[in-house]
């Protein structure tokens, strides 16, 4: 449990008795150990997320890990994908999993396995038209087999967002750790409050047109952290 009442704070720019109040109502993930109360960095992300909270810029700065991926590179190897069908989420997930990349050591029914388990646990849609279909726990064994997979589906359907749309777009994620898998999170997290790239996944943009926001991102982030 690595985050603490105060990092809490810093990220989310509000007062301590916001944070506990929260606690309170249960309204945030959080344990008690030693009297002390603890976040886990993964689980404060995708509620980040599912709950479409306003960011601070220490997000990236709590997420990124010494040698972060580079998210570009990761679609590029998992791919975009088009037309994808389906009735309901499971008919959606299997056929995102047969289009897209896979390493020779993951079976695509282990892949399937996993992600439902996740979606059954807490579903994955964070609003906007997105979701963001992931194992709970790291399911590639190395980094070279590390990928993220945009999915646009054949016909929107129902996660179960919090703001009631249905999902266009799905983003796959594979990742080797819980500290990879948090990096990769906290980037889409960003580009997910971006206007413009939301208005670029809802009109499905061609490969090269995500591609290339995403590194002129990425650029921009990489800035920011030498100037910091």
Request: aromatic share 8%.
């Amino acid at each position: 449990m690595e985050l603490k009442i105060k990092d809490i704070v810093d990220l989310l720019q509000i007062s301590e008795k916001t944070i506990y109040r929260w606690i309170k109502d249960k309204k945030i993930p959080c344990y008690r150990i030693n009297h002390q109360f603890r976040f886990n960095r993964a689980e404060i992300n995708e509620w980040i997320l599912s709950n479409k909270i306003e960011l601070s810029s220490s997000l990236r700065n709590i997420s990124i890990t010494q040698n972060p991926y580079n998210l570009a590179e990761l679609l590029e190897k998992g791919g975009i994908i088009s037309d994808v069908p389906g009735k309901n989420v499971r008919e959606v997930l299997q056929s995102a999993i047969n289009k897209i990349y896979t390493p020779a050591d993951l079976s695509k029914e282990d892949l399937f396995t996993a992600l439902m388990s996740r979606e059954e646990m807490m579903p994955t849609a964070i609003g906007h038209g997105i979701a963001i279909p992931h194992p709970r726990s790291p399911i590639v064994t190395v980094s070279d087999n590390a990928s993220v997979s945009i999915c646009y589906l054949d016909e929107p359907l129902d996660f179960g967002a919090l703001d009631g749309q249905e999902v266009h777009t799905l983003f796959i994620l594979l990742t080797e750790s819980p500290r990879r898998h948090l990096d990769v999170l906290s980037r889409i997290s960003y580009l997910c409050h971006d206007a413009v790239f939301l208005e670029m996944l809802k009109n499905q943009s061609q490969k090269e047109n995500i591609l290339n926001f995403v590194r002129m991102k990425e650029l921009e982030w990489n800035k920011k952290e030498n100037e910091s």
